[in-house]
């Protein structure tokens, strides 16, 4: 029954094979290194129709997407910052990332609202 | 600390001290960045602001993409595999085939497959 109710957060279980670039998951608890399924499905929701469903492994699937977008989008910048001798990891290297990885149409939109 | 809207509150008042409501849970989405490679150290405030933004239109993009597959097939129920197709679709998710692979290929009839 406990099981039950808390099946939202027993998602160390369900590793559905997802492969990951760093090799310590099995320090890291798995709900550490998803967004929660809660707020992913929010976002999914909201972009669908009403009338739409989504089933629970698609909400999964788009958890492990997202972690391995944040990933990659993630080394590409540390990439820029460690060769450029800087240490910190900021909001334009994100941005340039995202430009260079085929998602400049993100890049826009987060630009003109970061800039501050 | 409420803010009239998500994005006005962005282009006035800039990022530094804004901690207004964000769809995506910012410690963990620097847990993740912080997983994707050892170089990454130091990560700026508002990084992980730029990812949560980053990601919405993330997961946006991919679940807009993986409904189409969904209508093309006459349902109304988003799949796990219609969020597979959409990848293998689009050149700029190359970085995720292996993943949705292995969630197709590993958890065929049981999605909630209990493997440690």
Same mark, same amino acid.
């Given at each position: ?39 992913v499905g929010r976002i999914m929701k909201q972009i669908l129709p009403p009338?739409a469903?989504i ?7 788009m ?54 | ?22 769809s ?6 620097? %847990? ?5 490679? $050892? =170089? &990454? ?7 992980? #602001? ?6 919405e239109l993330f997961i946006e993009e991919l679940t807009q993409r993986s409904w189409m597959?969904t209508?093309?097939? %006459?349902?109304?129920?988003l799949?796990? $595999? =219609? &969020?597979?197709?959409a990848?293998?679709?689009?050149? #700029? ?24």
């Amino acid at each position: 029954m406990v099981d039950n109710i808390g099946s939202y957060s027993c998602q160390k279980y369900n590793f559905a094979g997802a492969s990951s670039a760093s090799g310590e998951d099995g320090i890291m608890k798995e709900q550490d290194r998803l967004l929660p399924i809660a707020n992913v499905g929010r976002i999914m929701k909201q972009i669908l129709p009403p009338n739409a469903k989504i089933s629970k492994e698609a909400k999964e699937t788009m958890q492990e997407c997202v972690s391995e977008f944040i990933s990659f989008v993630t080394g590409e910048a540390s990439d820029k910052c460690h060769k450029e001798k800087r240490k910190t990891v900021n909001g334009d290297d994100i941005c340039w990332a995202l430009a260079t990885l085929g998602f400049d149409d993100y890049a826009e939109p987060l630009k003109r609202e970061i800039l501050s | 600390m409420r803010q009239a809207g998500r994005y006005s509150g962005m282009l006035c008042g800039g990022l530094s001290g804004r901690s207004g409501p964000h769809s995506l849970p910012l410690a963990r989405i620097k %847990k993740i960045m912080k997983k994707s490679g $050892d =170089d &990454v150290k130091m990560i700026s405030g508002e990084a992980p #602001i730029v990812f949560s933004k980053a990601c919405e239109l993330f997961i946006e993009e991919l679940t807009q993409r993986s409904w189409m597959v969904t209508m093309q097939g %006459k349902r109304r129920t988003l799949h796990k $595999d =219609d &969020v597979a197709s959409a990848v293998i679709a689009t050149d #700029i998710f190359d970085f995720l085939v292996n993943l949705v692979d292995n969630n197709s290929s590993n958890s065929m009839d049981n999605p909630e497959d209990i493997s440690s």
